[in-house]
């Protein structure tokens, strides 16, 4: 059975940072696209950034530029999000997610995904 578990969310004070974790059992995930979602409280789940079987990323909110970072560690069969200078804004339950090989150019919907994990709440807050 497939299986995408998040880990490493939890509370930072503003500007601090977190790295976020997406492992995966059942499958291996070096030939799937992951995409890391991010749904806050009354809002609609949106993608944020992505990164393909090859290793080449692709950011969809401008707000993460320059903050986030996506990579991929094929041998531990994990997918990491690092996500530097935290704000109010970034507070929200993040998910990963898999689908084919390569990211889309243009910002994906969650339809688009074929395997999502459980999701870990980030919450930044002083």
């Known amino acids: 059975q497939w299986h995408l578990v998040e880990s490493g969310g939890g509370l930072v004070q503003p500007g601090g940072s977190l790295r976020l974790s997406c492992a995966a059992s059942?499958?291996?995930?070096?030939?799937?696209?992951i995409g890391w979602f991010r749904q806050a409280p009354g809002k609609e789940r949106e993608a944020i950034i992505c990164?393909?079987?090859?290793?080449?990323?692709?950011k969809y909110v401008d707000s993460v530029k320059g903050r986030f970072t996506i990579s991929r560690d094929n041998a531990k069969n994990t997918v990491y999000l690092q996500m530097n200078s935290l704000n109010s804004e970034d507070t929200a339950k993040y998910y990963c997610?898999?689908?084919?090989?390569?990211?889309?150019?243009?910002?994906?919907?969650?339809?688009?995904?074929?395997?999502w994990g459980q999701g870990t709440q980030v919450t930044v807050s002083s």
């Open positions: 997610a898999a689908q084919g090989y390569r990211c889309s150019e243009t910002k994906p919907t969650p339809i688009e995904f074929d395997y």
């Open positions: 990164i393909s079987s090859s290793g080449a990323s692709q």
């Open positions: 059942g499958f291996k995930l070096d030939t799937y696209a």
